[in-house]
C-alpha cells in the first residue's frame, strides 16, 4: 500500500471471519502463539491430517473421470474407501511417519520465519466482558463459542490485527492487553460483542439457525475501536 499510495504512513491491517480453526489447533496457534511449537493435541491433529488421500479424480468432470477407469482408486474412491484412510479427524493418539514429522516441523519453521503475528480482539478483551466465558476451553482467553449449528458447537472465528513481530518476541504464551494494543499498534479496543453461553441456547434442539433466534449458525462477532 505505501508503494501504491507513494507515501510512508503506516496501515491499520484486520483481519477477519471464519477461520475453521479453534483456539488450539495449529491455524490459530500459527499465527497467535509465535514462536509456535506444536504439541500434544495440535500436533496430533495436523499429524493425522497429512494422512489423508485425495483422490486424483477431485476437480475433474464425471466424464473424465470415466476416461481415467482403468486406473480405477481404491473401492472406486479413495477419499471415501480407502482402507487407510484416517477415520477421527481428532483422534487420542496418532503415530505420525518420517515423512509426516518432517512436513509438521516444515510447517512451523515456515510461520516462524514470517515476521508477523495475529492478535485476536476477543483475546485481547473478552475476560472483561464475561469471565466465565473467557478461557474456559482454551489458554488464550477466548470464548467458547461463535458456532452453534446441530451436529457442531466451538469456536471458529475471530477479529484480528495483523502486527509486525520481532522473531525474537515471545508471544508463544503471552496475549496482548488492551493498554499494549494502544501501545504498540495504535488501536484503543473500546468495546465487544458479548457472546451467548452454552446454557443461555436453550432447550435442545438449539442448532442454529432458528426462526426468532439466530440468524446462521455463527454467531456475530463485533468490536468497537478507536484508530489513535
Not at 480482539?121 to 466482558?129: N, P
Request: with cysteine; aromatic share 10%; net charge negative.
Amino acid at each position: 500500500m505505501n508503494v501504491v499510495k507513494e507515501n510512508d504512513l503506516g496501515w491499520y491491517t484486520f483481519f477477519a471471519g471464519d477461520f475453521n480453526s479453534q483456539p488450539f489447533d495449529t491455524p490459530y496457534l500459527s499465527v497467535t502463539s509465535k514462536p509456535v511449537h506444536y504439541s500434544s493435541r495440535a500436533k496430533t491433529v495436523i499429524s493425522c491430517s497429512l494422512s489423508f488421500q485425495y483422490s486424483k479424480n477431485r476437480g475433474i468432470k464425471e466424464s473424465e473421470a470415466e476416461k481415467n477407469s482403468e486406473d480405477e482408486e481404491e473401492g472406486g474412491n479413495i477419499e471415501k474407501f480407502g482402507k487407510d484412510q484416517p477415520r477421527d479427524p481428532v483422534p487420542e493418539s496418532f503415530v505420525a511417519t518420517e515423512e509426516q514429522l518432517q512436513l509438521v516441523n516444515a510447517m512451523e519453521n515456515l510461520h516462524n520465519n514470517l515476521d508477523v503475528r495475529a492478535i485476536s480482539l476477543y483475546s485481547v478483551a473478552y475476560k472483561h466482558v464475561d469471565p466465565k466465558n473467557a478461557g474456559a476451553d482454551n489458554e488464550r482467553n477466548e470464548p467458547m463459542y461463535s458456532n452453534w449449528a446441530h451436529s457442531w458447537r466451538g469456536l471458529l472465528d475471530y477479529i484480528f490485527v495483523i502486527s509486525s513481530w520481532d522473531l525474537s518476541e515471545d508471544y508463544s504464551k503471552k496475549i496482548d492487553s488492551i493498554d499494549e494494543l494502544a501501545n504498540t499498534e495504535n488501536i484503543r479496543l473500546t468495546k465487544l460483542l458479548r457472546l451467548p453461553r452454552g446454557e443461555e441456547m436453550g432447550e435442545e434442539p438449539s442448532g442454529q439457525p432458528r426462526l426468532g433466534q439466530y440468524p446462521s449458525d455463527h454467531f456475530c462477532l463485533m468490536a468497537e475501536v478507536e484508530l489513535l
